[in-house]
């Protein structure tokens, strides 16, 4: 099994204001996706984070807003960009290994 | 468009029941299956993997089952404990092609209550 490391855990932000959430991965892993969970929502999936090359986006989602970088096979990072009070949700970093898929313990970001 | 369902939303049990948790989804062309558990504002925890080509898994008071010919999962929870009280999430995978997976598609999740 893979350990996901997420941080910050939790963050309270302007609006107008970005900020940048670290997930690393304790192996090699093959992909690595971020999630959002809107509040009493389920998990809906913002985009593949490609190692050295452009996310691959979900529809809805775009780089200018969440911008996403890869640059091995362990790390990632994502920017909500231009925060408004609709983008308070939990982020989510998740990784898959042989088939099986791990996820962090989430950002729980609120925009004031 | 994959589409997952999960029954029931909610569930109330007393300590010491044995529970099922339903999922169907509409496309039976899946890579595997997997069941999550959520505790408030926290990540997920996997709890069980089924591949495509089996029938069920087992851990420990948990069990799943996976009928892919129907679009069918169930996951059974023997002798509820109220630290099992959390949302559960079943999420499947569809293919990619070539060596990458297909994203996960997750239900709305059943919250589950046991109480002592």
């Known amino acids: 099994s893979a350990v996901i490391s997420q941080k910050p855990s939790r963050d309270i932000c302007q609006r107008g204001t970005s900020l940048t959430i670290q997930c690393q991965v304790d192996?090699?892993?093959?992909?690595m996706f971020w999630y959002r969970q809107q509040p009493g929502q389920s998990l809906t999936l913002i985009a593949t984070?490609?190692?050295?090359?452009?996310?691959?986006?979900e529809s809805g989602f775009v780089i200018d807003k969440f911008p996403i970088s890869r640059p091995n096979l362990t790390f990632s990072t994502l920017t909500v960009s231009n925060m408004s009070p609709e983008d308070s949700s939990i982020y989510l970093c998740s990784a898959v290994g042989t088939a099986e898929a791990f996820f962090g313990q989430g950002t729980r970001l609120t925009v004031v | 468009k994959q589409e997952v369902t999960q029954i029931p939303a909610a569930l109330s049990v007393p300590e010491g029941e044995n529970l099922v948790l339903n999922c169907s989804f509409t496309?039976?062309?899946?890579?595997?299956l997997q069941w999550f558990r959520q505790d408030p504002g926290k990540g997920l925890t996997s709890l069980l993997l089924i591949q495509s080509s089996q029938r069920e898994q087992t851990s420990g008071r948990l069990n799943a089952s996976l009928d892919k010919s129907s679009g069918r999962s169930t996951l059974y929870i023997a002798a509820s404990q109220p630290g099992d009280s959390a949302t559960y999430l079943c999420?499947?995978?569809?293919?990619?092609?070539?060596?990458?997976?297909?994203?996960?598609?997750f239900g709305q999740g059943t919250i589950l209550t046991v109480h002592p």
């Open positions: 984070a490609n190692q050295g090359s452009e996310a691959t986006y």
């Open positions: 192996s090699q892993v093959t992909m």
């Open positions: 496309d039976s062309a899946i890579y595997n």
């Open positions: 999420a499947v995978r569809g293919y990619a092609g070539g060596t990458s997976y297909g994203k996960l598609t």
